[in-house]
């Protein structure tokens, strides 16, 4: 959707490092969603932001949304192999539930 | 907890047939979503349902697509007749209020031929 940017659409980093994946919308957010998603299978809910400045934090996974309720970033720390597949930002841009995702991120981590 | 549980996993069908896809969501939650997913378009809803009663179906494609939800814990996406086109994973997902994190189903994979 063009209402929701995610950037990079791939990504590959070695096991350990760092890394951030980043979601931006034209619209004020009501609500983002982050989810995970593994090759034929659905998608695993992981955080939901809905305040400005906002940041949550699961295992080494952290997701901030910005003070504009624009952007949101997640990050991982120390990435691991069972960090790999793809990550999708959802966003709640109307207040009625109906989520826009993005393309998705799709996360290689090399050992 | 049973999660969000979708019929068929897989279907494989000629173009021209009905495809009649399940979904019984979460126990308890009365929101419903369906969602289809394209390498090409991504992950876009299709319809969802408030307590039963289909809220917005705006992102249904055409009038071949038709969804119901009969009662809480049962809904059906219905593709009548099925085209090649309409190839794509279908999920179903499953909220328990108003603003409160959807839950997807593992999702059944369409080939239309």
């Known amino acids: 959707s063009q209402e929701l940017e995610q950037s990079p659409q791939s990504l590959i980093v070695q096991e350990g490092k760092n890394l951030t994946i980043n979601c931006t919308s034209s619209?004020?957010?009501?609500?983002l969603y982050w989810y995970k998603q593994k090759y034929g299978e659905g998608l695993i809910f992981l955080m939901m932001l809905q305040k400005g400045g906002e940041e949550k934090s699961h295992e080494k996974i952290t997701a901030k949304l910005d003070e504009k309720k624009q952007q949101s970033s997640l990050h991982i720390t120390a990435s691991q192999p069972s960090h790999a597949g793809i990550y999708l930002c959802?966003?709640?841009?109307?207040?009625?539930?109906?989520?826009?995702f993005g393309q998705g991120t799709r996360l290689t981590i090399n050992p | 907890d049973a999660g969000v549980i979708q019929s068929p996993r897989h279907e494989v069908t000629e173009m021209g047939q009905e495809v009649t896809l399940r979904c019984k969501p979460i126990s308890g939650h009365n929101s419903l979503f369906w969602y289809r997913q394209t390498m090409m378009r991504g992950l876009e809803l299709l319809i969802y349902?408030?307590?039963?009663?289909?809220?917005?179906d705006s992102g249904m494609p055409e009038d071949r697509f038709s969804a119901k939800m009969p009662n809480a814990s049962f809904s059906t996406l219905k593709i009548q007749p099925s085209e090649p086109r309409d190839s794509a994973v279908y999920f179903c997902a499953s909220s328990l209020a108003h603003q409160e994190t959807q839950y997807f189903g593992p999702g059944t994979r369409l080939l239309v031929l």
């Open positions: 349902f408030n307590n039963n009663v289909p809220i917005d």
């Open positions: 619209k004020t957010l009501y609500g």
């Open positions: 959802g966003a709640d841009t109307t207040g009625a539930q109906k989520l826009v």
